[in-house]
């Protein structure tokens, strides 16, 4: 499981960021790619990763300012371009008005896409769980923007027990298809008359992984119940430190406020983005370390950067 940020910019892209977009790779839980939000120049963005289009399954949409969706229309376009490759369809999650811009753009413009966009559209009332799968569960809650704007938690279901194969060996259990069955959680029987009790070879389920993604907000106590023991909290740095007013008045945070949240949360590590353009390298750095003295396990992430979860 890893996070790929495609766009780490606020509001327009700078020479070193574009805007907003993060993919979620689960290629080896499920074979699939999660998108998160979709800003203008995305599928560039794509073009200099091994990310494939068609492994997106899902995007998820945290609210509708242009930062986060000019990229849209482009991406579904170009997204059906796989003459040789199979056409899957699309789950798209987002505020009420995702599908009305999404239909508008492509109708406007004569795109035909030769998969369907299934649109998962919600309001303040229907937050909450707005997906579960045999393997994951997300669950969405209002932040405190200047529009209508979610955060995301994503949280894997637990993990089954490994089996131990060399404690089965010892017992006399011959590998083959009755490690399957203990592995089901099926007590056997040997030839010998030894009951092997298959509880006794699987270790106890593992705790899944939690992931926690914000869109633009305030400070504010919807982002520390979204990140509550988060594995990865990714949350915005517009401002930096002492520019709380500022950050008040546009409906941002400052990296400091972010690291508050981070550590009310007890997450274990917080990721920064969605950086304003008007901060040079050598800020960068030390909005990083000024963050630090707050929460430690901080990181401001860069265009293209892969964390691993």
Same mark, same amino acid.
């Given at each position: 499981?890893?996070?790929?940020?495609?766009?780490?910019?606020?509001?327009?892209?700078?020479?070193?960021?574009?805007?907003?977009? @993060?993919?979620?790779?689960?290629?080896?839980?499920?074979?699939?790619?999660?998108?998160?939000?979709?800003?203008?120049?995305?599928? =560039?963005?794509? @073009?200099?990763? $091994?990310?494939?289009?068609?492994?997106?399954?899902?995007?998820?949409?945290?609210?509708?300012?242009?930062?986060?969706?000019?990229?849209?229309?482009?991406?579904?376009?170009?997204?059906?371009?796989?003459?040789?490759?199979?056409?899957?369809?699309?789950? %798209?999650?987002?505020?009420?008005?995702?599908?009305?811009?999404?239909? $508008?753009?492509?109708?406007?413009?004569?795109?035909?896409?030769?998969?369907?966009? =299934?649109? =998962?559209?919600?309001?303040?009332?229907?937050?909450?769980?707005?997906?579960? $799968?045999? *393997?994951?569960?997300?669950?969405?809650?209002?932040?405190?923007? $200047?529009?209508?704007?979610?955060?995301?938690?994503?949280?894997? *279901?637990?993990?089954?027990?490994?089996?131990?194969?060399?404690?089965?060996?010892?017992?006399?259990?011959?590998?083959?298809?009755?490690?399957?069955? #203990?592995?089901?959680?099926?007590? #056997?029987?040997?030839?010998?008359?030894?009951?092997?009790?298959?509880?006794?070879?699987?270790?106890?389920?593992?705790?899944?992984?939690?992931?926690?993604?914000?869109?633009?907000?305030?400070?504010?106590?919807?982002?520390?119940? %979204?990140? +509550?023991?988060?594995? +990865?909290?990714?949350?915005?740095?517009?401002?930096?430190?002492?520019?709380?007013?500022?950050?008040?008045?546009?409906?941002?945070?400052?990296?400091?406020?972010?690291?508050?949240?981070?550590?009310?949360?007890?997450?274990?590590?917080?990721?920064?983005?969605?950086?304003?353009?008007?901060?040079?390298?050598?800020?960068?750095?030390?909005?990083?370390?000024?963050?630090?003295?707050?929460?430690?396990? +901080? =990181? %401001?992430?860069?265009?293209?950067?892969?964390?691993?979860?």
């Amino acid at each position: 499981m890893e996070l790929q940020f495609l766009g780490t910019s606020a509001g327009q892209p700078s020479k070193a960021r574009n805007v907003s977009s @993060l993919v979620l790779k689960l290629l080896e839980e499920i074979n699939e790619i999660w998108m998160f939000d979709c800003g203008e120049g995305t599928q =560039h963005q794509i @073009l200099k990763t $091994t990310i494939k289009p068609r492994k997106i399954s899902k995007i998820f949409i945290t609210h509708l300012h242009g930062d986060h969706i000019f990229g849209l229309p482009g991406f579904l376009s170009s997204r059906s371009f796989q003459a040789n490759e199979e056409q899957t369809d699309i789950e %798209l999650y987002g505020p009420v008005g995702i599908k009305n811009f999404v239909m $508008t753009s492509l109708r406007m413009s004569g795109s035909h896409l030769p998969y369907r966009i =299934h649109f =998962h559209e919600f309001d303040e009332k229907s937050l909450g769980k707005i997906l579960e $799968t045999d *393997k994951f569960t997300v669950y969405a809650e209002k932040l405190d923007h $200047t529009i209508f704007c979610v955060g995301y938690r994503i949280m894997q *279901k637990d993990l089954e027990g490994s089996l131990d194969a060399e404690k089965l060996k010892a017992a006399g259990v011959p590998f083959g298809p009755l490690f399957g069955k #203990i592995k089901s959680g099926q007590d #056997i029987v040997l030839e010998n008359g030894d009951k092997i009790v298959a509880a006794d070879y699987i270790s106890p389920p593992r705790p899944g992984k939690v992931v926690t993604i914000l869109g633009d907000t305030r400070k504010t106590d919807a982002s520390i119940r %979204l990140a +509550v023991a988060a594995d +990865v909290f990714v949350h915005e740095a517009t401002y930096g430190k002492g520019d709380e007013k500022l950050a008040r008045n546009h409906g941002h945070s400052t990296n400091m406020q972010a690291a508050q949240v981070a550590k009310a949360a007890g997450a274990k590590r917080l990721l920064l983005n969605h950086i304003s353009a008007r901060f040079l390298s050598k800020d960068i750095s030390q909005m990083r370390k000024d963050a630090a003295t707050i929460f430690e396990p +901080v =990181h %401001l992430v860069k265009d293209l950067e892969e964390v691993e979860i």
